[in-house]
């Protein structure tokens, strides 16, 4: 007992505990990890009657490898025929433009480009012959006139390339964001914040604990934890597997320069992954990336100077004249490597453990998420599809597509979305505001970002910052210095230097 504690107020303490402990919800599914996996795998089951609820140990979803990778749709040639990562990125590839479609989230295929020196055409056949058996549909051997007529950017020393029409790009956050939101939408639970401890099953049910306290119940569990995934495992009783952090450092150019490549530009790959790419993005940037370097720490998402080096270094062996002078930002995301060098997706006595889902993850998603609902379904899960299920989304970027006669009549409506706050990406008041308000909805300055691109332009939120705190303040009823960069730790204002007049 606690001095000062009287014992009936510990008693009064531990049947309030008691009771708490009865009422507790008991789900049917448990997802750890809102990533874009347990993103689309949460989306996918809120299909079905089913009480579903999403963990992070995050202030936000897509906090992790989502957040900060190359954001490809790979068409999946490069998979070792048969294996779990060929057959989750073709089907995953093949279901992409419905599922961003649904959620209105920015696809282009773009398609991607192989490239080589004539000292490595064999290994671009090689390649070919293998997204074949994989399934990959138009893919085919470009020589150098065709090649260069197609991106006239290249290295002029490269001689030919696997050109594969499927590829594509897409936002890796706002795929995860939507699909979040599309199951929230559709009765799914999100709780944030949530460190998983411990998870212990009594009575044929988990309880999943978190180091705050709080813990929830269900039925099945499924362990998308990216990074922590083996970690997760370990807590249910497998130790099978680890998983090791790769560093990947990227480069962001100014859209003044995004259309400097058309297609996705790849060199051969390594057995560190599929090297330095040169890739415009679905928002008009020039993409440069990853290095991939193996670390301990499953944190350390610094960049470096010799990250730089490299990126400048070997992205000009597959484009030159690089305008590296347009740099606007650059970041470094951690990609889970598992120690089996394929896919862990398994299921056993309730569980589904998913490990080491590292590149092509983003493309498989939506198939991993329709294979966990098999193999939840194998183990028991009802899957009786809900009446009033809705897949569709409204785009978060709809006011900015839209014609100026139809921005004016929501104008009229909400003079917010008349009030610009983001110069460099013209993100509106009114845009920010339904950020906040919509599921999954945005507590920080970060999670504003990731949702509407305030921030993300030339100055790098230099000028919209102050005003987008101002805005998650009044929303959230909270103290100004209380808004954070990205949540917990990450203080932004620590107090006002002038009065409020």
């Given at each position: 007992m606690r001095d000062g504690c009287p014992v009936f107020l510990c008693i009064l303490f531990f049947c309030v505990g008691i009771k708490k402990e009865r009422q507790r919800i008991m789900y049917d599914v448990v997802v750890i990890g809102a990533g874009v996996v347990g993103g689309m795998i949460a989306r996918t089951l809120a299909k079905y009657d089913l009480r579903v609820v999403l963990l992070d140990k995050e202030n936000d979803v897509a906090m992790g490898a989502t957040r900060a990778n190359s954001a490809i749709v790979h068409a999946g040639f490069d998979a070792k025929v048969g294996s779990m990562k060929a057959k989750m990125n073709v089907r995953g590839s093949e279901l992409m433009p419905t599922v961003t479609r649904e959620l209105g989230v920015k696809y282009r295929n773009n398609g991607s480009l192989v490239v080589a020196f004539e000292h490595e055409r064999a290994e671009v056949e090689a390649i070919l012959e293998r997204g074949k058996q994989n399934g990959v549909k138009g893919l085919r051997l470009l020589e150098k006139d065709e090649l260069f007529a197609m991106e006239p950017h290249l290295n002029p020393d490269l001689t030919c390339a696997l050109y594969a029409p499927t590829g594509a790009i897409v936002c890796p956050y706002e795929l995860t964001i939507a699909a979040v939101g599309n199951a929230m939408d559709n009765g799914a639970e999100l709780m944030l914040n949530f460190c998983v401890c411990n998870i212990e099953k009594k009575d044929g049910a988990y309880t999943v604990y978190a180091e705050d306290g709080r813990a929830v119940s269900a039925q099945y569990v499924v362990n998308s934890a990216g990074l922590y995934a083996d970690r997760i495992a370990a807590m249910t009783g497998d130790g099978d597997f680890t998983v090791t952090p790769r560093r990947g450092e990227y480069m962001v150019l100014d859209k003044e320069v995004g259309d400097f490549t058309d297609k996705t530009i790849f060199h051969t790959p390594t057995k560190m992954g599929k090297g330095i790419l040169v890739s415009p993005t679905v928002d008009g940037n020039l993409l440069l990336g990853p290095t991939a370097v193996d670390i301990e720490d499953k944190e350390n998402n610094a960049t470096t100077a010799e990250g730089f080096a490299t990126i400048y270094d070997k992205a000009g062996e597959n484009v030159a004249n690089i305008p590296y002078f347009k740099t606007i930002t650059s970041f470094c995301g951690l990609r889970a490597v598992g120690s089996t060098g394929d896919f862990i997706i398994k299921s056993r006595d309730g569980v589904v453990t998913l490990?080491?889902?590292?590149?092509?993850?983003?493309?498989?998603?939506?198939?991993?998420?329709?294979?966990?609902?098999?193999?939840?379904?194998?183990?028991?899960?009802?899957?009786?599809?809900?009446?009033?299920?809705?897949?569709?989304?409204?785009?978060?970027?709809?006011?900015?597509?839209?014609?100026?006669?139809?921005k004016n009549k929501i104008i009229e409506k909400d003079p917010r979305y008349g009030r610009i706050v983001c110069r460099c990406e013209g993100v509106t008041e009114g845009e920010i505001v339904a950020a906040i308000h919509q599921n999954p909805g945005a507590t920080d300055v970060d999670g504003i970002k990731r949702r509407t691109r305030s921030g993300m332009g030339r100055c790098q939120g230099g000028f919209c910052s102050p005003m987008v705190v101002s805005i998650l303040s009044r929303e959230l009823n909270i103290p100004f210095e209380q808004v954070t960069k990205f949540g917990r730790g990450s203080v932004i204002n620590y107090g006002k230097t002038k009065g409020d007049n």
């Amino acid at each position: 007992m606690r001095d000062g504690c009287p014992v009936f107020l510990c008693i009064l303490f531990f049947c309030v505990g008691i009771k708490k402990e009865r009422q507790r919800i008991m789900y049917d599914v448990v997802v750890i990890g809102a990533g874009v996996v347990g993103g689309m795998i949460a989306r996918t089951l809120a299909k079905y009657d089913l009480r579903v609820v999403l963990l992070d140990k995050e202030n936000d979803v897509a906090m992790g490898a989502t957040r900060a990778n190359s954001a490809i749709v790979h068409a999946g040639f490069d998979a070792k025929v048969g294996s779990m990562k060929a057959k989750m990125n073709v089907r995953g590839s093949e279901l992409m433009p419905t599922v961003t479609r649904e959620l209105g989230v920015k696809y282009r295929n773009n398609g991607s480009l192989v490239v080589a020196f004539e000292h490595e055409r064999a290994e671009v056949e090689a390649i070919l012959e293998r997204g074949k058996q994989n399934g990959v549909k138009g893919l085919r051997l470009l020589e150098k006139d065709e090649l260069f007529a197609m991106e006239p950017h290249l290295n002029p020393d490269l001689t030919c390339a696997l050109y594969a029409p499927t590829g594509a790009i897409v936002c890796p956050y706002e795929l995860t964001i939507a699909a979040v939101g599309n199951a929230m939408d559709n009765g799914a639970e999100l709780m944030l914040n949530f460190c998983v401890c411990n998870i212990e099953k009594k009575d044929g049910a988990y309880t999943v604990y978190a180091e705050d306290g709080r813990a929830v119940s269900a039925q099945y569990v499924v362990n998308s934890a990216g990074l922590y995934a083996d970690r997760i495992a370990a807590m249910t009783g497998d130790g099978d597997f680890t998983v090791t952090p790769r560093r990947g450092e990227y480069m962001v150019l100014d859209k003044e320069v995004g259309d400097f490549t058309d297609k996705t530009i790849f060199h051969t790959p390594t057995k560190m992954g599929k090297g330095i790419l040169v890739s415009p993005t679905v928002d008009g940037n020039l993409l440069l990336g990853p290095t991939a370097v193996d670390i301990e720490d499953k944190e350390n998402n610094a960049t470096t100077a010799e990250g730089f080096a490299t990126i400048y270094d070997k992205a000009g062996e597959n484009v030159a004249n690089i305008p590296y002078f347009k740099t606007i930002t650059s970041f470094c995301g951690l990609r889970a490597v598992g120690s089996t060098g394929d896919f862990i997706i398994k299921s056993r006595d309730g569980v589904v453990t998913l490990g080491g889902i590292e590149s092509p993850g983003l493309s498989s998603a939506p198939a991993i998420a329709e294979y966990v609902v098999e193999l939840l379904s194998g183990m028991g899960m009802k899957t009786e599809e809900k009446a009033d299920y809705n897949p569709i989304r409204k785009p978060a970027h709809a006011f900015r597509e839209m014609t100026a006669e139809e921005k004016n009549k929501i104008i009229e409506k909400d003079p917010r979305y008349g009030r610009i706050v983001c110069r460099c990406e013209g993100v509106t008041e009114g845009e920010i505001v339904a950020a906040i308000h919509q599921n999954p909805g945005a507590t920080d300055v970060d999670g504003i970002k990731r949702r509407t691109r305030s921030g993300m332009g030339r100055c790098q939120g230099g000028f919209c910052s102050p005003m987008v705190v101002s805005i998650l303040s009044r929303e959230l009823n909270i103290p100004f210095e209380q808004v954070t960069k990205f949540g917990r730790g990450s203080v932004i204002n620590y107090g006002k230097t002038k009065g409020d007049n």
